[in-house]
């Protein structure tokens, strides 16, 4: 949760002062509705430093100077980004929220894309696009090296209609199915993993979306899934940033879509 990273003493070994650190922020929410956009994962961003020992995501960005954080004796604000809250449908369909911001330092990952009722929102990975062919949301927005997530895959009409999926940190949302296929929903982007914390896990999955042949899963890492035949969507995991499900084909008044899941950040370093 947020609060202060307190450093009270600095190490004499300045590479040392150069810290890990993992900072990701809340989902996106999916719509709420029949076959409407889905949840992006919040932003991920990472940095290993070469004296802390463990295996970073394929997203280390070391190699870039502006993302690296030197700490001295001082406290750092810690903000933790909510995932955006799930929404109900009424009798029109309600477009999902982003998620928020985390922050440490002067590192920010940007919130994930919420799923909407046309086009996916963009964020730190996009919403997956609504069916009428809308597109998903961009990913890596605004942009960061390396990139702090992806796209989020189109819907599809064609003789039935799906949603496409979120994007995750590790891949873009699946697009819905036309034919063969037809109104299939787009799998989530799958999230990254990382042993930060001494073990690896998965984070930042994208929503799934929903279609006339039934719901999609959420991206590894948290992703919730889409409803099935007009049942909720699912929740993405608590502090992984993952992007909520859509509601399920055939979601009528009161069907709530699932909510963004809370993002995380993690600091770890070698202090002598």
Avoid at 167 to 194: E, F, K, M, N, S
Avoid at 214 to 225: K, M, N
Avoid at 241 to 267: K, L, R
């Amino acid at each position: 949760g947020p609060g202060s990273f307190t450093v009270s003493n600095a190490s004499a070994t300045a590479p040392e002062n150069i810290v890990s650190y993992l900072v990701i922020a809340g989902g996106g929410s999916g719509a709420a509705g029949c076959r409407v956009g889905t949840g992006g994962a919040g932003g991920f961003r990472e940095v290993k430093s070469p004296t802390t020992p463990y295996t970073a995501s394929p997203l280390d960005g070391y190699a870039t100077p502006a993302n690296l954080v030197t700490v001295t004796a001082q406290a750092y604000p810690i903000t933790v980004g909510g995932g955006g809250p799930a929404v109900t449908q009424t009798p029109s369909f309600v477009s999902g929220n982003n998620g928020n911001n985390s922050t440490f330092s002067s590192i920010t990952s940007t919130g994930g894309g919420a799923g909407t009722t046309t086009s996916g929102a963009p964020g730190g990975s996009g919403g997956g696009g609504s069916h009428n062919n809308q597109p998903g949301g961009a990913g890596n927005t605004p942009p960061v090296s390396p990139p702090q997530g992806n796209n989020g895959g189109a819907g599809n009409y064609c003789v039935n209609a799906g949603s496409g999926g979120g994007g995750g940190a590790g891949a873009v949302g699946q697009v819905a199915a036309g034919q063969p296929v037809p109104g299939r929903g787009g799998d989530g982007g799958a999230g990254l993993a990382t042993s930060i914390t001494g073990s690896s896990v998965t984070r930042a999955g994208g929503g799934g979306g929903a279609g006339d042949q039934g719901p999609r899963s959420g991206g590894s890492g948290g992703g919730g899934a889409a409803g099935n035949n007009g049942t909720p969507g699912v929740s993405g995991t608590i502090n992984t940033g993952s992007g909520g499900g859509t509601s399920g084909h055939g979601s009528v008044v009161g069907t709530s879509s699932g909510g963004g899941g809370s993002g995380i950040v993690v600091i770890r370093y070698k202090f002598q």
